[in-house]
C-alpha cells in the first residue's frame, strides 16, 4: 500500500502538484484579444462589421487588447493576407492591482486611401470585405484568435488590381535581324516575357488604376524593363493593352515613374500608364478617359506585358490613333519599339481573345 509518509513519495507528489498548478495557470491566462478595446485618447476607428471608407489623407484606428506583449495583427482578403504587423503595445495594465501586468493595448493605424494593404482587389466605387484576425501571443504553441470583419468602401476615383499569377515564357534570341535595330540594346529583354490579365471596374470618374505586382515575376520583368531609364522616358519593352467594355481598345503609353514632357501628351485629359521605381506598381492614369461618351462605368480588361518590346505596328497604331502624334515622333517611336522576335505566343493569345 502507498506510504504517504514516505519521503521519496512525498517530493514526487509536491513535483507532480507543481505541475498542475504551472500548467493550469496557463490555461486560465490564455484569453483571445479584444477588438476594439481602448486605452488612453486611443479610439476604434474600424469596428467589427463597421466600415473603413476611402479617402486620400486619412487613416483609421484598429485597436484591440490582449493579456500577452506578443500580440499580432493579420488582414485578408478572400482567403490572401494584405496586411500583417506584430506592433509594439501602446499601453498596459494592471487590472486586478496584483502587481502584475495582465492587459496590454495595441493599435495600427490604416491609410484610408488602401495604400497599407498589399494586393488587394476592388473596384471604382464597389465594396469589398476584409477579414482580421488578432493573435494572443506569438510565443505560444496555440495561441487564442478573435476574428472580425470589416467593409472597405472604395471611392470612384481609384481601381485596386494585383498580379496573382502572371505567365511568363523564356526569351529567346532574335537572331541576326535583331542587331539592324540600332535604337535597342542587347539587354532590352532580358528576363523573358511576362504576361499578367486582369479586370477590374473603372468609372467616369476613375483617376486611376494601379496594379500591384505582387514582388512576382513581373516585378523583376518590369525592373529589367527600367533599369537603364530615367524617370520620364517612355518604355517600348514593356507595356499595357487595355480593353473597355463598350469603350477604347488599345494600348496606352508606358512611363518610368512620371510622364516625360511630350508634346502629343495631355497629362490631364489622355490615358498613359506608369511604372514605380521598385516595380511594385503600374498605375493607369486618366482611366475615365478610356470609356465610351456615353458611359458612367464600365468592366476594364488590363493586359500588361513585362521585358517584351511592344512592335512597330503597334507603336504606329498607338501614337498615330490614340495620340495623334506628329510624323517624326511616330517613326522615332516605330523604330525604338521595333521587336524582330515578334510577340510570344501567351501574348499573342491574350491579345487576340
Partial sequence: MFNINNKTAKSLVLAALLVLSVFGAGIVAGAAPTAGDTSGDTSADITDGGT????????????????????????????????????EHYDSNDSDDD???????????????????????????ENTTFNV?????????????????????NSE?????????????????????????????????????????DETTVTNNTSQVQLDTLDSNLTDAYAASTEDAESGDILWNSYTHV?????????????????????????????????????DTMTIHNANALLGDDQESATMDVTTVGDEMLGQNNALSMM??????????????????????????????ALEA
Avoid: M
Avoid at 497599407?116 to 466605387?125: I, P, Q, S, T
Avoid at 511568363?168 to 541576326?176: A, I, N, V
Fill in 99 to 125: 502587481g502584475t501586468t495582465d492587459t496590454w493595448y495595441y493599435n495600427v493605424s490604416l491609410a484610408d486611401d488602401g495604400s497599407d494593404y498589399e494586393g488587394f482587389e476592388v473596384g471604382a466605387g
Fill in 243 to 279: 480593353d473597355v467594355e463598350d469603350g477604347d481598345d488599345q494600348f496606352v503609353a508606358v512611363f518610368y515613374e512620371e510622364a516625360g514632357d511630350k508634346d502629343w501628351l495631355d497629362e490631364d485629359e489622355d490615358a498613359y500608364a506608369t511604372i514605380s521605381e521598385d516595380g
Fill in 157 to 197: 476615383e481609384n481601381a485596386f488590381i494585383a498580379s496573382e499569377d502572371p505567365e511568363s515564357e523564356e526569351q529567346e534570341d532574335g537572331g541576326f535581324f535583331s542587331s539592324l535595330n540600332v535604337f535597342s540594346s542587347d539587354d532590352e529583354e532580358e528576363v523573358g516575357t511576362v504576361l499578367s490579365e
Fill in 52 to 87: 473603413q471608407t476611402h479617402n486620400d489623407t486619412t487613416t483609421s484606428d484598429l485597436p484591440w487588447s490582449a493579456d500577452s506583449p506578443n500580440a499580432s495583427i493579420e488582414i485578408a482578403q478572400d482567403g490572401e493576407t494584405i496586411y500583417e504587423a506584430s506592433p
Fill in 320 to 349: 498615330t490613333d490614340d495620340y495623334g502624334a506628329s510624323t517624326w515622333d511616330v517613326w522615332g517611336a516605330s523604330y525604338s519599339a521595333l521587336d524582330t522576335d515578334g510577340n510570344p505566343e501567351i501574348v499573342n493569345d
Fill in 133 to 153: 484576425t488578432f493573435v494572443n501571443d506569438t510565443e505560444a504553441d496555440d495561441p487564442d484568435e478573435t476574428n472580425i470583419s470589416y467593409t472597405f468602401e
